[in-house]
């Protein structure tokens, strides 16, 4: 007998939270089964980042809201890379968008988000990112509570 991954994602009660490990296939199929109950917290564990197959980016302005700092974001450089360039100290481990150690409070703008360890739900939120793949939106302006 196969698993039914849509039974068992139909199944679940709002609220669960679900603990992800496995094979990619199996897990991209889950996650995907999953895409459509914002009301489950998924947590997946990587042993080494997906290829995402995304390009460098575009440029944006990331804005420091307690310092008032203003940086710019280079295509092709990541947030983490630009803070750490200019002395800013950031909590970090994987540096893949797996861990979320970087996890970081976003006040205003647009998030493209790059990593492996948000939620749908928490994703659709806008309120926070993982500094050390996601990127603000090409030319926009990008505000973090550093």
Same mark, same amino acid.
């Given at each position: 007998?196969?698993?039914? %991954?849509?039974?068992?994602?139909?199944?679940?009660?709002?609220?669960? *939270?679900?603990?992800?490990?496995?094979?990619?296939?199996?897990? /991209?199929?889950?996650?995907?089964?999953?895409?459509?109950?914002?009301? %489950?917290?998924?947590?997946?564990?990587?042993?080494?980042?997906?290829?995402?197959? &995304? =390009?460098?980016?575009?440029?944006?302005?990331?804005?420091?809201? &307690?310092?008032?700092?203003? $940086?710019?974001?280079?295509?092709?450089?990541?947030?983490?890379?630009?803070?750490?360039?200019?002395? %800013? =100290?950031?909590?970090?481990?994987?540096e893949e968008g797996?861990?979320?150690?970087?996890?970081?409070?976003?006040?205003?703008?647009?998030?493209? *988000?790059?990593d492996h360890f948000?939620?749908?739900?928490?994703?659709?939120?806008? =309120? #926070?990112?993982?500094?050390?793949?996601? #990127?603000?939106? /090409?030319?926009?302006?990008?505000?973090?509570? $550093?």
């Amino acid at each position: 007998m196969r698993f039914d %991954i849509g039974r068992f994602v139909d199944r679940m009660v709002a609220g669960t *939270h679900l603990y992800l490990c496995g094979p990619g296939g199996f897990m /991209a199929a889950v996650s995907e089964a999953l895409a459509a109950r914002p009301d %489950i917290v998924l947590h997946r564990e990587y042993f080494t980042a997906p290829d995402s197959g &995304q =390009d460098a980016g575009e440029p944006f302005t990331l804005a420091l809201a &307690q310092s008032g700092t203003e $940086l710019v974001v280079a295509a092709g450089q990541s947030i983490l890379e630009v803070l750490q360039a200019h002395g %800013i =100290d950031c909590a970090t481990s994987c540096e893949e968008g797996i861990c979320g150690t970087c996890l970081t409070r976003v006040l205003a703008g647009e998030i493209e *988000h790059r990593d492996h360890f948000l939620s749908a739900g928490e994703r659709a939120s806008g =309120d #926070r990112m993982l500094i050390c793949v996601s #990127r603000g939106k /090409a030319n926009a302006r990008l505000v973090l509570d $550093l």
